[in-house]
């Protein structure tokens, strides 16, 4: 379970993330919308241990920047930076090593999943943003994290990817992770969040669960960024 | 193997192999070896006493020192906005968000940094038959210079770190460090001043003799590591292994703050590799960076002049007003940076002065303002014909290159004492070889378009250069041998032959935006 409890994070006088509180259980997908400037990125960032912030962060009992955390952590940046020098096969074995594991071929699932399996071959210099962006999902998702945090990652990806994509959320859920998907692509993820919450300013201004009676999400998210009385 | 060790020999195969199957990098890399051989053979050669003598071998010592004390503050200072930048993107994403030790992960970044210091400070190796012939030194000379020049851009990395860590969280404490540095450097330098005024005047030998000031070795890093490559240049073991003992003990030292003041780190790297990363997308998407202040005064808003095609040249305009500092470009203050480091090089010779400028200029012409203006779709996509678009492009860059020009010969009028007809000369030189400079990367664009073989381009680039130089060359070079009583007219014929081969050229590129791939 992940859990984010009044996470503040400042950047000089510039607060980008406000005293956010916030979980995802075990087996949920929780997405987190908000425009641009409300600070997804920020505390998806502090989430996968690159930032300092207040407050605290925790993957179950355990500190997420202790090392034990980042072994259960898959994070899916939002700019998809892959080794220019590294073929795509390298940069699964890279991974697994990196996580101590041995290679039990769901990394060439993956790959074949994503259609990069004919490419293993090719360094990543020589792949579009798009097949950037699919390699970064498979190195995130090869050494079967239990807290997955993706960052925008239908960006850039071609029709077959998001349905395969959106097929990997679903199976995460399933198999027990926690799932939050940071995005302002609102019916990229209508059919399956469970819960949402709706960000401006730094802040949660709102929190949705599915079956809620209160209008779609896009009129919550309206009504609330459009309102002009956020806080 | 460890998943680090992994990455970084896969990552050197993988390059290696890259450089074989590629034809133009691998005739770069021939070429760069190639002159690289060269420079050691010959640097390497018996050491003969010019008819001048061996300046004093103190100014090499104190270049170095220079050079190191620069580097480091201009690295450490990123502390003050970005932290340090020693990982890419890909390390960002994949080895910090991986479970591996922050320390290991730490010294892989270092060790990269390293790498590439190293790789940036090549340059300096090509220096060898000049420090040969100038001060009597062999190659090996360079190499030490070169191993100084990584372990100080090693140390400022880290210190960068450092004060990114101490001040990233307060403002108050951004500007209090601010200026404590700024006192400290600025004392370094009112030190070597007074010192130097007070054994009659600042002139070179007398900065070069307060250079050697023990006060000075006080200045961090720079001023020990130039003591170590001193040792090591005259073979004094004691001066090397203190050198060495202080960098490894800096360097002991930054790891413990770093772990005291915060274990984790990888913050303090983040916004710079962030930053870094931008720039090597939009450089690889054809877009170079802007050389931009910090803090940029926007000034008078909107562009109130220019009508189709010269709305181009007045934009121009707006972008270089903002992007000044000091009233300059930042590349015209490097440029009149080096113009009055030239004037210490060449004191006794200055057609080095003027060569080492126009050497200057072929990095700062490709980078000007109508260069970057190609990168981008709107001047294809304006109505109106290829040559006008084309003129208005350029147009902007004639006044900052006469304003350089003369900016970069008035301190060697005064520092080298050239007299003014042959300053004049300098002047038109300099400016007929960035107009034959301009033309000729219009010739490239003509030939090879936004082709991503860049090594080819720069390869080409260079060539073309030579070629089209040497007409204007030949002429001054001729006059002088001929009539050496009329050298300083040799300048202004050489400028007019330069402008003549600018304006052919210019002429047969005239569609080049018309054809641009």
């Not at chain 2, 480091?72 to 479970?99: E, L, W």
Request: with cysteine; net charge positive.
């Amino acid at each position: 379970m992940l859990n984010v409890k009044d996470v503040t994070k400042k950047y000089g006088k510039l607060i980008a993330n406000d005293n956010i509180s916030f979980q995802v259980k075990s087996g949920e997908i929780a997405v987190l919308l908000g425009p641009n400037g409300a600070g997804k990125s920020t505390i998806i960032k502090c989430i996968a241990g690159l930032l300092r912030f207040k407050g605290e962060i925790t993957f179950g009992a355990l500190s997420n920047k202790s090392v034990e955390a980042k072994r259960i952590l898959g994070y899916i940046p939002e700019m998809p930076a892959v080794y220019d020098m590294l073929t795509v096969g390298e940069h699964i074995q890279f991974i697994l090593r990196a996580y101590k594991m041995d290679d039990d071929g769901y990394g060439d699932e993956l790959l074949r999943r994503f259609e990069l399996f004919d490419k293993k071959d090719k360094l990543g210099k020589e792949l579009s943003k798009g097949m950037q962006q699919k390699l970064s999902i498979c190195c995130a998702l090869v050494h079967k994290p239990e807290i997955v945090i993706f960052d925008e990652p239908m960006v850039g990806l071609d029709p077959h990817a998001i349905k395969q994509l959106k097929e990997i959320f679903i199976e995460l859920k399933k198999k027990g992770a926690s799932v939050l998907i940071s995005t302002h692509m609102l019916d990229s993820v209508e059919d399956f969040w469970d819960t949402a919450y709706i960000m401006v300013g730094g802040r949660v201004q709102a929190k949705k669960t599915m079956g809620e009676n209160s209008g779609s999400l896009e009129e919550l998210f309206f009504n609330i960024t459009e309102s002009g009385d956020v806080k | 193997m460890s998943a680090l060790t992994y990455l970084l020999t896969r990552k050197l195969k993988n390059n290696i192999l890259s450089v074989l199957k590629t034809p133009s990098k691998l005739i770069f890399v021939l070429i760069l070896a190639a002159f690289m051989i060269f420079t050691a053979l010959t640097g390497n050669e018996a050491v003969q006493e010019n008819i001048y003598g061996f300046r004093d071998i103190n100014e090499l010592y104190a270049i170095v020192m220079l050079l190191y004390s620069i580097v480091f503050v201009m690295i450490s200072k990123n502390g003050f906005y970005n932290g340090a930048s020693m990982f890419s993107m890909a390390d960002v994403n994949m080895i910090f968000t991986a479970p591996l030790n922050q320390s290991k992960v730490l010294s892989f970044g270092l060790f990269q940094q390293l790498g590439r210091s190293l790789l940036i400070g090549y340059f300096i190796l090509y220096q060898s038959t000049l420090v040969r012939d100038t001060y009597g030194v062999g190659f090996s000379a360079l190499i030490y210079i070169l191993i100084g020049y990584g372990v100080t851009v090693f140390l400022a990395q880290m210190t960068a770190m450092v004060v990114y860590s101490l001040t990233s969280c307060s403002d108050k404490k951004k500007t209090a460090l601010k200026w404590v540095c700024m006192i400290f450097v600025g004392c370094f330098v009112a030190y070597t001043a007074l010192s130097a005024y007070k054994d009659g005047g600042i002139t070179i030998a007398n900065l070069v003799l307060a250079s050697r000031s023990m006060v000075l070795r006080f200045f961090p890093v720079s001023g020990i590591t130039a003591l170590a490559v001193e040792g090591a240049i005259q073979g004094e073991p004691l001066k090397i292994a203190g050198g060495a003992a202080y960098c490894i003990g800096f360097w002991l030292l930054y790891r413990l703050a770093i772990k005291l003041i915060n274990s984790d780190y990888y913050e303090d790297v983040l916004q710079s590799t962030e930053v870094s990363y931008s720039a090597i997308q939009a450089r690889k998407e054809g877009k170079a960076a802007e050389n931009a202040p910090r803090n940029v005064k926007t000034g008078k808003i909107g562009i109130n002049k220019g009508f189709g095609a010269s709305v181009i040249a007045e934009k121009h305009k707006i972008e270089n007003r903002r992007s000044k500092v000091f009233l300059l470009s930042t590349m015209s203050l490097v440029m009149i940076a080096f113009s009055v480091l030239g004037c210490f090089i060449f004191s006794d010779m200055p057609v080095g002065i003027f060569v080492l400028n126009v050497y200057m200029l072929t990095m700062g012409v490709a980078a000007g303002r109508w260069g970057k203006e190609l990168a981008y779709p709107y001047i294809y996509l304006i109505p109106e014909k290829p040559h006008i678009k084309l003129w208005y492009t350029i147009k902007g860059e004639f006044m900052p290159l006469i304003a350089e020009s003369i900016l970069c010969f008035i301190p060697v009028y005064f520092i080298a004492h050239t007299n003014i007809s042959e300053t004049l000369g300098m002047i038109a030189g300099r400016i007929s070889f960035g107009l034959l400079f301009i033309s000729v990367n219009l010739l490239l664009q003509r030939l090879f378009g936004s082709s991503d073989k860049k090594f080819l381009i720069l390869i080409a680039y260079f060539l073309f250069i030579l070629l089209f130089s040497a007409p204007g060359i030949f002429t001054a070079v001729t006059i002088s041998v001929l009539y050496p009583f009329y050298f300083i007219a040799a300048y202004f014929i050489m400028s007019a032959v330069n402008i003549v081969v600018a304006a052919v050229l210019a002429f047969c590129c005239r569609n080049t935006l018309s054809i641009s791939n």
